[in-house]
């Protein structure tokens, strides 16, 4: 089992941009296939970005050219930049983690089994 902790939400205006980390709670998880989030209300939650076990990356079409992640094995995080924002960027985001090493690269919420509690992340034009 492991706990996965987002932080650094926020509020920003259009252009600016965020830093989103997320913190898991067993070093292991990070070595899998992880992956952000996002959701508002009444909608499905959304695939934003995964990272592989090679750290290769799948991007919505949405955030392609904006976001990137990386990930930070000495302190166990995962990172999500988020430059050039938009007011449709609004959204609560959760990152996630598969459960173990033969995952897959994904944007699908059910390729993953551990998640977050969220950050908001709040947008202004």
């Known amino acids: 089992q492991v706990q996965l902790v987002e932080s650094g939400g926020g509020s920003v205006q259009a252009g600016g941009s965020l830093r989103l980390s997320c913190t898991a709670s067993?070093?292991?998880?990070?070595?899998?296939?992880m992956g952000w989030f996002r959701q508002t209300p009444g909608k499905e939650r959304e695939g934003v970005i995964a990272?592989?076990?090679?750290?290769?990356?799948q991007y919505a079409s949405s955030v392609k050219g904006r976001f990137t992640t990386s990930k930070d094995y000495a302190n166990n995080t995962l990172i999500l930049q988020m430059n050039s924002l938009k007011p449709e960027d609004t959204a609560m985001y959760y990152c996630?983690?598969?459960?173990?090493?033969?995952?897959?690269?994904?944007?699908?919420?059910?390729?993953?089994?551990?998640w977050g509690q969220g950050t908001q992340v709040t947008v202004s034009s």
């Open positions: 067993v070093y292991t998880y990070i070595r899998f296939c």
């Open positions: 990272i592989d076990r090679a750290e290769g990356k």
């Open positions: 996630a983690a598969a459960s173990g090493p033969d995952c897959v690269l994904s944007l699908r919420s059910d390729r993953y089994t551990y």
